[in-house]
């Protein structure tokens, strides 16, 4: 024990606990049951399997493949993941998935079990502009950086200097870069169109809001649009009228309020009363206002259009291929069968390996660093960057595993007495281990790239043979290897393998090569020096 004491690689093992057990966090609180429970850091870092919830796989729609198609991938995934942060959803998770052939798609998971909720949330393209009416009584002046006059006749509308007709549903400029009119529809009296005072790519940031009220609830929220858009809205508000003793609101030539629309994907979700003080100041803070027939209808409509004006609009618009949903019942079944299965498989090697060597030495550090394998994975993964679910347990099982066979190697090898240098023995062992490691690292690594690892067994395949090629040589083993890897690696490609398929077992192939990593780099060099001490 003084000797293990004294080794760095011990020591490394223990800082790596001690680590471990600072992120976990650990903490006694009191249960709603009124029981004291321990809590860490990773219940919020656990899978929808667990906590129950919504997973929803997405396809774009769009003609673009291979990279492009992967850069609007990316876009939909940062528009997505902005979306559901500002609404405050439990756990949500957005990742990009390669499906092979230079296609992609989103897979969504969001720890609720509202699926009307997500797909709006999620199916919504998202374009917010805001946009302000104009009345065309016959005829109507109106300034931007120049006068026009726009005249109203047999249900259309003519914009005098350029001679142009539009129709109901046209849209068109008048002004090069200036702002988008919209010829909503004609009354018997005058025809309505509106002018956009700005859209969401001119909102620079959303605060938080209020709701007011006691039925039907009024909410509002401040908002910081650019300067080019404050002066653009201070332009379009010189063409209406000022209220007198009625608060100095902007009105039209009949007296009527001249309300700002506010357009999410076209559709009207309110209109806004605008202050006068719009003519005579360049104001980049305004207040965006709706409501809702109960408490939360209100907060859910206020909460939609922070959440839409916060992360802009969709590049591209998407749909729901495929929505599987876990309810939090059967989650906790979930984790309690997944903790019992890691204590089962660790006590199922203490018990084995007991059997196989009858040394209880030998089985109680296999088991031990068994566990700290784990313990380290929970603590350095599981808290900051993985997410623990069904397939990432499995995947801690399979490092375990592996974990075992490796001790086993090391173990086996220090009872060799053909080499007599303990150096040497554990060059032979970690040998087969870091071969192992890379084997088994390899195998997992097409689970998570399964289009660009195909890709890349055949490019393999193909230098091998030209190196045999080139180097004169006739080695059929070289021939054999590079073919088979050629044809299997462009068969595969070619046929596109599922990513999305592979996107819900991701997890696993990425805790066991975590596993291996840290099992080669901390704790089989541990093991050794144990085993060396009991060897001695």
Same mark, same amino acid.
């Given at each position: 024990?003084?000797?293990?004491?004294?080794?760095?690689?011990?020591?490394?093992?223990?800082?790596?606990?001690?680590?471990?057990?600072?992120?976990?966090?650990?903490?006694?609180?009191?249960?709603?049951?009124?029981?004291?429970?321990?809590?860490?850091?990773?219940?919020?870092?656990?899978?929808?399997?667990?906590?129950?919830?919504?997973?929803?796989?997405?396809?774009?729609?769009?003609?673009?493949?291979?990279?492009?198609?992967?850069?609007?991938?990316?876009?939909?995934?940062?528009?997505?993941?902005?979306?559901?942060?500002?609404?405050?959803?439990?756990?949500?998770?957005?990742?990009?998935?390669?499906?092979?052939?230079?296609?992609?798609?989103?897979?969504?998971?969001?720890?609720?079990?509202?699926?009307?909720?997500?797909?709006?949330?999620?199916?919504?393209?998202?374009?917010?502009?805001?946009?302000?009416?104009?009345?065309?009584?016959?005829?109507?002046?109106?300034?931007?950086?120049?006068?026009?006059?726009?005249?109203?006749?047999?249900?259309?509308?003519?914009?005098?200097?350029?001679?142009?007709?539009?129709?109901?549903?046209?849209?068109?400029?008048?002004?090069?870069?200036?702002?988008?009119?919209?010829?909503?529809?004609?009354?018997?009296?005058?025809?309505?169109?509106?002018?956009?005072?700005?859209?969401?790519?001119?909102?620079?940031?959303?605060?938080?809001?209020?709701?007011?009220?006691?039925?039907?609830?009024?909410?509002?929220?401040?908002?910081?649009?650019?300067?080019?858009?404050?002066?653009?809205?201070?332009?379009?508000?010189?063409?209406?009228?000022?209220?007198?003793?009625?608060?100095?609101?902007?009105?039209?030539?009949?007296?009527?309020?001249?309300?700002?629309?506010?357009?999410?994907?076209?559709?009207?979700?309110?209109?806004?009363?605008?202050?006068?003080?719009?003519?005579?100041?360049?104001?980049?803070?305004?207040?965006?206002?709706?409501?809702?027939?109960?408490?939360?209808?209100?907060?859910?409509?206020?909460?939609?259009?922070?959440?839409?004006?916060?992360?802009?609009?969709?590049?591209?618009?998407?749909?729901?291929?495929?929505?599987?949903?876990?309810?939090?019942?059967?989650?906790?079944?979930?984790?309690?069968?997944?903790?019992?299965?890691?204590?089962?498989?660790?006590?199922?090697?203490?018990?084995?390996?007991?059997?196989?060597?009858?040394?209880?030495?030998?089985?109680?550090?296999?088991?031990?660093? +068994? %566990? @700290?394998?784990?313990? /380290?994975?929970?603590?350095? &993964?599981? *808290?900051? !960057? $993985?997410?623990?679910?069904?397939?990432? #347990?499995?995947?801690?099982?399979?490092?375990?595993?592996?974990?075992?066979?490796?001790?086993?190697?090391?173990?086996?090898?220090?009872?060799?007495?053909?080499?007599?240098?303990?150096?040497?023995?554990?060059?032979?062992?970690?040998?087969?281990?870091?071969?192992?490691?890379?084997?088994?690292?390899?195998?997992?690594?097409?689970?998570?790239?399964?289009?660009?690892?195909?890709?890349?067994?055949?490019?393999?395949?193909?230098?091998?043979?030209?190196?045999?090629?080139?180097?004169?040589?006739?080695?059929?083993?070289?021939?054999?290897?590079?073919?088979?890897?050629?044809?299997?690696?462009?068969?595969?490609?070619?046929?596109?393998?599922? +990513? %999305? @398929?592979?996107?819900? /077992?991701?997890?696993?192939? &990425?805790? *066991?090569? !975590? $596993?291996?990593?840290?099992?080669?780099? #901390?704790?089989?060099?541990?093991?050794?020096?144990?085993?060396?001490?009991?060897?001695?």
């Amino acid at each position: 024990m003084r000797e293990l004491a004294t080794e760095w690689r011990i020591w490394v093992l223990f800082i790596a606990l001690a680590v471990s057990t600072l992120m976990l966090n650990p903490s006694y609180v009191q249960g709603d049951d009124g029981q004291i429970q321990l809590q860490t850091d990773i219940e919020d870092r656990l899978g929808i399997e667990f906590t129950g919830g919504t997973r929803l796989l997405l396809a774009m729609d769009t003609d673009a493949t291979g990279e492009e198609q992967e850069e609007l991938a990316d876009q939909v995934r940062d528009v997505l993941e902005v979306r559901m942060q500002q609404l405050g959803l439990p756990d949500p998770n957005v990742r990009t998935v390669d499906i092979g052939g230079g296609n992609y798609r989103l897979q969504v998971e969001v720890g609720v079990t509202n699926q009307s909720q997500i797909e709006e949330l999620i199916s919504q393209e998202g374009s917010f502009a805001a946009r302000m009416p104009i009345h065309v009584e016959d005829e109507r002046e109106f300034t931007l950086e120049e006068t026009h006059n726009f005249i109203w006749e047999n249900d259309t509308v003519e914009v005098e200097a350029s001679g142009e007709v539009y129709s109901p549903g046209d849209r068109f400029t008048v002004e090069e870069d200036g702002p988008e009119f919209v010829y909503v529809n004609n009354t018997e009296d005058h025809a309505n169109l509106e002018v956009t005072a700005y859209t969401g790519e001119d909102i620079q940031s959303v605060d938080s809001g209020q709701i007011s009220g006691s039925g039907p609830y009024n909410w509002e929220f401040p908002t910081t649009i650019t300067s080019s858009a404050a002066q653009n809205v201070n332009r379009i508000a010189q063409n209406y009228q000022v209220s007198v003793g009625d608060g100095g609101w902007l009105i039209h030539d009949n007296g009527e309020y001249a309300r700002m629309g506010l357009y999410v994907d076209e559709q009207r979700e309110s209109g806004l009363r605008m202050s006068g003080v719009f003519q005579q100041q360049v104001l980049t803070q305004s207040q965006i206002s709706g409501g809702g027939e109960t408490f939360e209808e209100a907060q859910q409509n206020m909460e939609n259009m922070q959440a839409f004006l916060q992360s802009g609009s969709l590049p591209v618009s998407v749909q729901v291929e495929s929505v599987t949903t876990l309810s939090s019942a059967l989650g906790d079944d979930f984790l309690r069968a997944s903790i019992l299965a890691i204590i089962g498989s660790l006590i199922a090697v203490g018990l084995l390996v007991t059997a196989r060597y009858q040394e209880p030495r030998v089985a109680v550090p296999m088991v031990l660093t +068994g %566990a @700290a394998e784990v313990y /380290i994975m929970m603590g350095v &993964w599981f *808290t900051t !960057l $993985g997410t623990l679910s069904l397939s990432a #347990i499995a995947g801690i099982i399979a490092a375990v595993g592996t974990g075992v066979d490796d001790q086993i190697i090391i173990t086996d090898e220090s009872d060799r007495e053909v080499i007599q240098s303990w150096t040497e023995k554990m060059k032979r062992a970690f040998f087969v281990i870091f071969t192992s490691a890379a084997s088994t690292i390899g195998a997992m690594t097409p689970i998570i790239y399964p289009g660009t690892m195909s890709l890349f067994l055949a490019v393999a395949g193909g230098g091998l043979l030209m190196y045999n090629f080139y180097s004169r040589r006739s080695n059929r083993h070289f021939t054999a290897i590079g073919v088979f890897a050629a044809v299997v690696g462009s068969f595969i490609f070619s046929t596109g393998p599922s +990513g %999305a @398929a592979m996107s819900t /077992i991701h997890d696993f192939a &990425w805790t *066991t090569i !975590l $596993g291996i990593v840290i099992g080669i780099t #901390i704790t089989r060099p541990a093991f050794a020096k144990v085993i060396e001490q009991f060897d001695n």
